[in-house]
């Protein structure tokens, strides 16, 4: 971990902020990322199935017939995670 680091005297705390957080942040953006799809998904079946939040809208318009509006809630999820995962990537690397 950072041995160039330590060999030009910056102790541990140091290699840690200036040497690992850094080169780990993608890949901890990425699974962060990962878990909050994974949420959002069973937020949206829970809710299918009666606790509320995007999944309560979904229902009520997919018993409306309202394909539109049910199209339009997926598809914002889907892109705004999309789009705000792709901007963090751009920033960490």
Same mark, same amino acid.
């Given at each position: ?9 910056? /102790?541990?705390?140091? *290699?840690?902020?200036? +040497?690992?957080?850094?080169? !780990?942040?993608?890949? &901890?953006? !990425? ?7 994974? &949420? ?5 079946? %829970?809710?299918? +199935? ?8 979904? /229902?009520?318009?997919? *018993? %409306?017939?309202?394909?539109? !509006?049910?199209? /339009?809630?997926?598809?914002? +999820? +889907? ?9 963090? *990537?751009?920033?960490?690397?």
């Amino acid at each position: 971990m950072g041995e160039s680091a330590a060999a030009a005297g910056a /102790t541990r705390s140091q *290699r840690i902020s200036w +040497v690992l957080l850094p080169q !780990s942040a993608p890949t &901890n953006a !990425s699974y962060t990322l990962l878990v909050l799809d994974g &949420n959002v998904c069973a937020a949206s079946l %829970l809710g299918i +199935v009666g606790a509320g939040g995007i999944g309560m809208e979904l /229902t009520q318009q997919l *018993r %409306l017939f309202e394909c539109g !509006s049910v199209l /339009t809630i997926v598809l914002v +999820v +889907v892109v705004t995670l999309d789009r705000s995962a792709s901007y963090l *990537r751009k920033k960490l690397i």
